[in-house]
């Protein structure tokens, strides 16, 4: 039930019976049911300064979805720690940086107004259910197969724009 929470929250768009029948039978790009945990399609790792970002993508939404979610891995290879500081794209009238966490038995989402840190030596995960890109007011439906341009701008690194593959409504995470 959190899960679905999770999902619905992240596709406001999507229906129930959609989020139930994609726990039954995960999708790949071409319909055809694939392996349970199989992810989507992800970006070619981008580098920038000691930062490397990986393993990006957003999911699919419906065509009157006014909300989506972006997702990514950010490893610091550097000695000095780092912030994601804010992320912008051309399909959404707003791009923020997020995390859910539970409050008590409740999921809450919320905006990380001074960034996601990005600790040195470490990798922070932005995945379902926890801290994700997310983009607000969207300019038209994210459809399987396209690609999103995302410009994040980092506190010391800098600016780098990467290019996250629209996997399925229900895609999981890169393994």
């Known amino acids: 039930m959190k899960t679905l929470l999770i999902m619905a929250a992240l596709t406001a768009a999507t229906t129930t019976a959609a989020l139930a029948q994609s726990d039954a039978m995960p999708m790949t790009h071409d319909a055809m049911p694939m392996a349970e945990g199989a992810a989507p399609t992800t ?3 981008v580098t920038l300064g000691d930062l490397t970002i990986a393993g ?3 999911r699919a939404t419906l065509p009157n979805a006014p909300v989506a979610g972006g997702f990514l891995t950010v490893t610091n290879d550097g000695t000095a720690d780092d912030t994601l500081v804010s992320a912008s794209t ?3 009238g707003t791009a923020q940086v997020h995390e859910m966490a539970m409050d008590g038995d409740v999921m809450r989402m919320r905006e990380l107004p001074d960034g996601l840190p990005i600790p040195a030596g470490e990798t ?3 995945e379902p ?3 994700h890109l997310m983009f607000m007011d969207l300019t038209g439906p994210l ?3 396209e690609t999103v341009p995302v410009t994040l701008t980092f506190a010391q690194a800098g600016t780098v724009e990467v ?3 629209v996997g399925p409504a229900i895609a999981k995470m890169s393994q």
Request: hydrophobic residues 50%.
């Open 43 to 45: 970006a070619e790792a």
């Open 56 to 58: 990006a993508f957003a």
């Open 90 to 92: 051309p399909i959404a």
């Open 124 to 126: 922070v995960t932005l």
């Open 129 to 131: 259910g926890g801290y």
């Open 143 to 145: 459809t399987e197969g």
């Open 163 to 165: 290019m996250l593959p």
